[in-house]
């Protein structure tokens, strides 16, 4: 193949083990220091194994799969040799497709493959439901529904994810403005925002820009980070914080009690909102859940208000009521919601 790229073919093989037993002798055999030198050189193997098992293969395409599996081992795995099979190939063929149709989304050209859902924030005083979380995804056609857990991940590797958090924002825009125009201007819009979008320099005037339009929106509006940002980062995430706080946004600490941050942290970090992890109200009614219980109270003595996120039953409801809890969010109250129905929510 290319300078340090070699292409070995095997004719007739019993199985892919067998192949892979010749891919690791192979390997045992350059373990040692490379000999007629000098210095000790050590030379680092790696191994893609594809597989010819269609007679009308092409050349072509068994280099560019092997040379797929060589990037895969060089960028992804601590392995050194992979089987390039039909599986990898369409996770990369899935891949490919959706990081299209995020370029589309973000270019105008297909805007309705983005769509946002809307879960409701029961407020626990008043009764009410006082806000909602925007939770993106991403309908492609003969793809389906693409859930954020992946396509997210995929926006963070491919450097899509300040573009696509741009489309998000102006969609929750129009959301809040919706809401405004049905009589609802008190309720608030949490939306996520990656650590890679909070810590880029032209976030803040990305965001100016994009609430030009409509800026008394910014007081209905929450912007959710993860505490990973922070750690590492505080100066210049807090400095983005403090701009974005001046133009009326609050900002929740997601996920709290999954990082490593402690409750002494969180004095020094520029928020309103901690969103306790649904892991821990997950434990109320099995374990012990006397840390729930601190870190509302915790929280509330440092000013916060506390959401509990994942709370699926009455249960964990009753408990999170009694300890003072603020918010609720879970399918006990509802699942996330299309925007027409979450308006008829209210
Ligand atoms: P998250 O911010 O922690 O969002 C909560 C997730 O928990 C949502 O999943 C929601 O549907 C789910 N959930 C809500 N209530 C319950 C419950 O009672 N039980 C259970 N088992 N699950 C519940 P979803 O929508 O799949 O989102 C997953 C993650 O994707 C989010 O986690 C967030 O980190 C990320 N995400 C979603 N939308 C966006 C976005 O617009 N931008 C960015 N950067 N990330 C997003
Ligand atoms: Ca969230
Ligand atoms: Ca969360």
Request: one cysteine or more; glycine letters at 6%; proline letters at 3%.
């Amino acid at each position: 193949m290319v300078a340090d790229k070699f292409v070995i073919v095997v004719n007739r093989h019993a199985s892919i083990a067998e192949l892979e037993n010749l891919a690791r002798r192979i390997i045992e055999d350059y373990e040692n220091p490379a000999i007629n030198t000098h210095k000790h050189e050590y030379l680092n193997l790696k191994i893609a194994i594809c597989e010819i098992y269609d007679p009308s293969f092409s050349v072509g395409r068994v280099l560019h799969d092997a040379s797929i599996g060589i990037d895969t081992l060089e960028n992804y795995t601590s392995q050194d040799i992979i089987v390039f099979t039909h599986g990898i190939r369409n996770a990369l063929l899935r891949e490919e497709t959706i990081e299209k149709a995020m370029i589309s989304t973000i270019a105008g050209e297909h805007k309705e493959y983005l769509l946002l859902h809307y879960q409701p924030l029961f407020d626990v005083k008043t009764n009410n439901i006082v806000g909602f979380e925007a939770l993106a995804r991403l309908t492609i056609p003969d793809t389906g529904l693409v859930t954020p857990a992946e396509f997210i991940n995929i926006a963070e590797r491919r450097n899509l994810i300040f573009p696509l958090g741009n489309a998000i924002l102006k969609e929750v825009f129009e959301f809040l403005r919706q809401l405004k125009d049905s009589g609802h201007s008190d309720v608030f819009v949490s939306v996520n925002i990656s650590g890679l979008q909070l810590l880029r320099d032209e976030f803040v005037d990305a965001v100016r820009k994009i609430i030009s339009s409509f800026p008394e929106g910014c007081k209905s509006l929450v912007f959710e980070i993860t505490e990973s940002v922070l750690v590492g980062n505080l100066e210049i995430a807090n400095k983005n914080l403090k701009e974005l706080r001046e133009l009326g946004i609050s900002i929740a600490l997601d996920d709290f009690g999954t990082g490593y941050s402690s409750l002494a942290e969180l004095c020094d970090m520029d928020i309103n909102v901690l969103k306790i992890d649904h892991t821990f109200i997950g434990r109320i009614g099995q374990n012990d859940p006397i840390i729930t219980q601190d870190i509302i109270t915790m929280a509330h003595r440092l000013g916060l208000k506390v959401v509990a996120e994942g709370v699926e039953s009455e249960q964990q409801m009753k408990y999170l009521t009694e300890h003072g809890c603020d918010i609720i969010q879970g399918y006990y109250i509802s699942k996330p919601l299309s925007e027409h129905d979450a308006i008829n929510f209210l």
